[in-house]
């Protein structure tokens, strides 16, 4: 199975949910039929959440009973995501699954999801995170449809696609370590807080999740930039938090300016940690 930290998988089921259905607590459970709680704990903590399943708040919990939504030889894994082909010796983590503390979760089924998104194209847009979620959707799709046609394209000067033909369902990848922009000028290399002409492949999408984080904490030698530009003027430095203030603020104005909300969803995932030296 490739690379996944629990809390990752854990969001990228929730997203999909998310897509797949409407973002409503009270959808989810008419959808899997899951109003009638099985115990009293169950009971008492829907309840509490006014009668909705708050699906973001649970436990990992270890079941000796789950298995992983695919396994290591989807198509689509990059070696060094693959965590079992390559010789990861323990496979207890592949046994945990996500608990809410008011429902149960279904099962992912990746026949209905492409069923339900026919035609549709959904992009993620962001860091390794995004990368590692990319692959875990394709394969987690390839999975349910192993016959099923598709085109591949690997991540080449960014961008990388999965398309189901048989579905007409797109899945892509767009990596960026900070959505704005981050460009090699005279000076060196700049990270522009306010420009981000790489949104331009980001639009007509139906489904946008985004992500950044911790590429903005990088000092030393794992910093990829020299300077910062904010409002025409270049700075050696500056507080990083606010640096990823100013550049959060540009990609919201972005999506304000470029998204119809009534026609893509939009998605910011949260933030990845470091996971690397």
């Known amino acids: 199975m490739g690379y996944l930290s629990k809390a990752a998988a ?3 089921f929730l997203t999909l949910f998310l897509v797949s259905h409407q973002t409503k607590a009270e959808d989810f459970n008419s959808l899997f039929n899951n109003n009638n709680a099985t115990n009293s704990d169950e009971v008492v903590a829907r309840n509490l959440a006014g009668g909705k399943c708050n699906w973001f708040r649970g436990s990992w919990v270890y079941d000796a009973s789950h298995y ?16 079992q082909k390559y010789g990861r010796p323990d496979k207890s983590y592949l046994k945990y699954r996500w608990q809410p503390f008011s429902c149960s979760l279904p099962r992912f089924n990746g026949l209905n999801m492409l069923q339900k998104w026919r035609g549709k194209k959904i992009m993620f847009v962001g860091d390794s995170l995004s ?8 394969c987690m799709l390839h999975s349910w449809v192993p016959n099923s046609k598709y085109s591949f394209i690997p991540l080449r000067n960014g961008i990388a696609s999965v398309t189901f033909q048989d579905y007409g369902v797109q899945i892509l990848l767009y990596h960026t370590t900070y959505l704005v922009d981050l460009d090699s000028e005279k000076v060196g290399r700049v990270l522009k807080l ?3 002409r790489g ?17 903005w904490t ?5 910093q990829p930039w020299d300077y910062i530009q904010d409002g025409g003027k270049l700075y050696k430095d500056m507080n990083r938090l606010v640096a990823f ?3 959060l603020t540009t990609w919201g104005r972005w999506v304000d300016r470029n998204v119809n909300p009534s026609k893509t969803k939009v998605f910011f995932q949260g933030i990845s940690p470091i996971h690397y030296e």
Not at 68 to 83: A, G, K, L, V
Not at 218 to 222: A, N
């Open 199 to 215: 949104g331009n492949a980001w639009k007509g999408m139906d489904v946008l999740i985004f992500d950044t984080w911790h590429w």
């Open 218 to 222: 990088h000092t030393g030698r794992t």
């Open 10 to 12: 854990a969001a990228l």
């Open 68 to 83: 992983p939504p695919y396994d290591s030889n989807c198509p689509f894994i990059d070696p060094e995501f693959n965590c």
């Open 131 to 138: 990368q590692n979620q990319w692959q875990s959707l394709t």
């Open 194 to 196: 306010d420009s981000i």
């Open 245 to 247: 203030y100013k550049g």
